[in-house]
C-alpha cells in the first residue's frame, strides 16, 4: 500500500513570510500528488495538484515543488497571511486508486 | 454549483438511536465518498460509490451503512453506534476513479455518539 506522511506537525510563522509545508511518501509508483488545506470546522479544501511526470507547479502565491529521487512533496506559500491558517494535507494516488492522506501539518500564521 | 452540502452539521445521539448523515452535490460527479475524521488526524476513507453502485467499503462496522439513492445523493445511516464513532464525517464527490482523482469535500458533519 501507499504511505503518505509529513516532516513536522506544526509550523509557526510571522504574516508575510513564505512558508514550505514538507510531505514524505513511500509509493514510488504514486501518479499524482494533491495538497487540501482544511480550516477549523471545515472541510479539505483543494489547493493544488501536481501530476508525476512534473518536479513543479505553481498557483496563486503556492508552489509545489516533487523531488521523485527522495519521494519529497513540499508546498511553499509566498507571502503568509492569518487566513493561511489550516491544517494542510498531502494526499497521493496512482491510476484508478482512491486517495492516501498524510498526516497533516498545522500551519499557524502570527500577525 | 460547486458544492457538497452535508446535513446535519452536528449530531448528538445515544448509543441506541438510529440516525442518518445526508450528502447532495450538482456537480456532475459520479463518484462519492464517505470519510471518517478524528481530532488532529487525516480523513480515513469508509466507503465509495461509483455510478450509484457500492466499489469500496473499507472494512466498516456494519452499524455504519450507506445508501446512494441517486447520483446527487450520498447517505450515511447509523444504527447501535459506540463512543469511539463520534467524529467528523466528511463527504466528497469526484469524477468517477480517474488518473487524477481531485475530491470535493463537504464540511462535514461532527457527531457525537453519548
Known amino acids: 500500500g501507499e504511505s503518505v506522511g509529513l516532516h513536522l506537525p506544526t509550523l509557526s510563522v510571522q504574516e508575510g513570510d513564505n512558508s514550505i509545508i514538507n510531505c514524505a511518501y513511500s509509493n514510488s509508483a504514486s501518479d499524482y500528488f494533491i495538497w487540501y488545506k482544511q480550516e477549523s470546522g471545515k472541510g479539505p479544501q483543494f489547493i493544488i495538484d501536481i501530476r508525476s511526470n512534473m518536479d513543479k507547479r505553481q498557483g496563486q502565491r503556492v508552489t509545489v515543488l516533487l523531488n521523485k529521487t527522495v519521494k519529497h512533496l513540499s508546498l511553499q506559500i509566498a507571502a503568509t497571511q492569518p487566513g493561511d491558517s489550516a491544517v494542510y494535507f498531502c494526499?497521493?494516488?496512482?491510476?484508478?486508486?482512491?486517495?492516501?492522506f498524510g498526516k497533516g501539518t498545522m500551519l499557524l500564521v502570527s500577525p | 454549483d460547486t458544492e457538497v452540502t452535508q446535513t446535519p452539521k452536528h449530531l448528538v445521539m445515544g448509543m441506541t438511536n438510529k440516525k442518518s448523515l445526508k450528502c447532495e452535490q450538482h456537480m456532475g460527479h459520479r463518484a462519492m465518498y464517505w470519510y471518517k475524521q478524528k481530532a488532529k488526524k487525516p480523513p480515513e476513507l469508509m466507503f465509495v460509490?461509483?455510478?450509484?453502485?457500492?466499489?469500496i467499503n473499507e472494512s466498516v462496522p456494519s452499524r455504519f451503512s450507506p445508501e446512494c439513492p441517486n447520483s446527487s445523493l450520498l447517505n450515511l445511516h447509523l444504527h447501535a453506534l459506540q463512543p469511539e464513532d463520534s467524529a467528523l464525517y466528511l463527504c466528497?464527490?469526484?469524477?468517477?476513479?480517474?488518473?487524477?482523482?481531485?475530491?470535493?469535500f463537504g464540511a462535514g458533519s461532527r457527531l457525537t455518539v453519548l
Open positions: 460509490y461509483s455510478y450509484e453502485k457500492l466499489s
Open positions: 494526499a497521493g494516488g496512482s491510476g484508478y486508486s482512491t486517495l492516501t
Open positions: 466528497a464527490s469526484s469524477q468517477p476513479l480517474s488518473g487524477a482523482n481531485v475530491l470535493t
